[in-house]
């Protein structure tokens, strides 16, 4: 038995566990913390491909591009899922965390085979992404046709 | 060619778009730690938020304040798409709908779809701790 207030560490532990701890400020903060410097590269980068003469449009489908080549590079090589552990929904709203839920599951049923194992369960999370994403964007855009304006213009 | 550093470092445009985006991650977080909504869910009800967002013309503003700060969460992505879908209809009506939101991101979902596999190629084996 050692005395709670003997060393440093040991008095830590101790104050942890007899305050109430509140693990959703502290989730809220590393989650804010580590989604801003997501999105901060992402600007950096963007500002990098105006600067480079391209248009807005392409700018962001680049930075999609290398933020999605980044994530799952690092969830293959197991890095990306330390950094969620931490970040929470800090690494998971951002586009990365769309790139980690392809990796992911693709990684975890690799024994499954390369086709029907990677390439089917690439999409058990990012599937529905798809589907919601796009259908919601037909939807917008059929009713863009039918009423010919945003609805925020008819404000 | 030459790149203007203080433009690619503009601080004021980075501080708009760190605390937009870490505000955005903060309302995921609260619904992971409040909600028991699993993380696909939260994925899903973040990029069809977006595409309404979009579709209304309010998210756009936010885009124009925040720059990457709101493109780079996933309501961007829903943003992206709805864009895309109604650009698309103003160029080719009826077919637009259907083309142009998978039009406007389509490097990203086929960049997901390549890198996605390609490091799930080149991924060791884990072991499962949990």
């Known amino acids: ?155 | 060619m030459g790149i203007n550093w203080a433009n690619v470092f503009d601080w004021m445009m980075l501080l708009k778009c760190f605390v937009t985006g870490g505000i955005i991650c903060i309302i995921g977080q609260i619904l992971i730690d409040k909600t028991k909504l699993t993380p696909a869910r939260i994925l899903v009800i973040f990029v069809t938020t977006g595409a309404i967002l979009g579709g209304l013309g309010i998210y756009k503003y936010l885009v124009d304040f925040a720059g990457a700060g709101a493109t780079v969460p996933l309501t961007g992505f829903g943003y992206n798409l709805a864009k895309g879908a109604i650009e698309g209809v103003k160029e080719s009506g009826l077919v637009g709908a259907f083309v142009g939101g998978v039009k406007a991101s389509a490097g990203g979902i086929a960049a997901a779809v390549f890198f996605g596999y390609l490091a799930a190629l080149i991924s060791k084996p884990k072991m499962k701790k949990q």
């Open chain 1, 1 to 155: 038995m050692t005395n709670p207030l003997e060393t440093k560490q040991a008095y830590q532990d101790y104050v942890d566990q007899k305050s109430p701890n509140s693990p959703i400020l502290k989730n809220c903060f590393w989650a804010f913390i580590i989604g801003g410097i997501i999105c901060s590269i992402g600007q950096i980068i963007l500002n990098i491909c105006k600067e480079r003469g391209l248009d807005t449009q392409t700018s962001g489908t680049i930075v999609s591009i290398i933020l999605i080549g980044l994530a799952a590079f690092l969830t293959g090589l197991n890095l990306f899922n330390k950094l969620g552990k931490i970040a929470g929904a800090g690494s998971l709203i951002p586009i990365t965390g769309f790139a980690n839920s392809i990796v992911s599951p693709a990684m975890e049923y690799k024994s499954e085979g390369y086709v029907m194992g990677v390439g089917g369960k690439m999409f058990t999370v990012a599937g529905p992404v798809l589907v919601f994403g796009i259908s919601a964007s037909i939807l917008v855009g059929i009713i863009y046709l039918i009423f010919n304006t945003q609805a925020i213009t008819l404000v």
